[in-house]
């Protein structure tokens, strides 16, 4: 099996290149920095240099050829500004999505988050930051976007909020689990079995650190 992932230098998606080439898999990640090559190298993962904030779908089509699936792992990052959320967790995750369609890849999974809603209002919350709001609502725009699509096999993934701290292996999975704290190695751990479980497909998903082990945790997804 052959996996692109965007945002391929990313804290989990280097995570999942591990995982996938540890198996046996091919992998291969687009990083926008060439400097970034040597850490997915390390990881097993087939560096590829592409910005998605500014190439074509067919630019990155021509990367996402014979791959078996796709996912969507970029984010503009904690220390970016507004702009940014919509350039690069909206706009690009819907390039990769049409770049996916163009090249023939059904399989496309994005790791999105608890909370987003494009229908989050101009004014947010009390207590919640701006930009963090223009981030929630740029992740349900494109989360929009791509469950919309009849020529895709999707699933998008929610994780709630994300820890460094060692996976456990143990999670709650469901398309509603409440807000709490789940570890990077457990949400890759989780898009490793997502991408072998193609029944959830179609599926919006919340992810938090919980009881089950991650293969049963999607085994019970797919048993409703």
């Known amino acids: 099996m052959r996996t692109v992932i965007a945002g391929g230098h990313g804290r989990i998606a280097l995570r999942l290149e591990r995982l996938l080439a540890g198996r046996g898999d091919e992998v291969a990640g687009v990083i926008r920095r060439p400097e970034q090559a040597g850490d997915l190298l390390a990881a097993g993962a087939e560096p590829v240099v592409c910005d998605l904030e500014t190439a074509t779908v067919a630019d990155v089509a021509r990367h996402l050829e014979g791959a078996d699936a796709a996912v969507f792992a970029a984010g503009a990052g904690p220390g970016s500004g507004a702009a940014r959320k919509e350039t690069v ?8 999505a049409d770049a996916a369609e163009a090249a ?16 989050l209002p101009a004014e947010p919350p009390a207590g919640m930051d701006p930009v963090f709001a223009v981030y929630l609502r740029a992740k349900g725009a494109a989360d929009a976007n791509v469950s919309a699509r009849s020529g895709l096999d999707w699933t998008i993934l929610r994780p709630g909020r994300l820890t460094d701290d060692p996976g456990t292996g143990l999670v709650t999975l469901a398309e509603h689990t409440g807000r709490a704290a789940v570890s990077r190695d457990d949400v890759a751990a989780a898009l490793a079995a997502l991408l072998d479980e193609p029944r959830t497909a179609r599926r919006t998903l919340e992810l938090i650190n919980g009881s089950d082990p991650v293969v049963e945790a999607v085994r019970r997804v797919v048993a409703g």
């Open 104 to 119: 023939g890849v059904r399989r496309y999974v994005v790791v999105s988050s608890m909370g987003a809603n494009p229908a």
């Open 89 to 96: 967790d909206h706009a690009a995750a819907v390039l990769f």
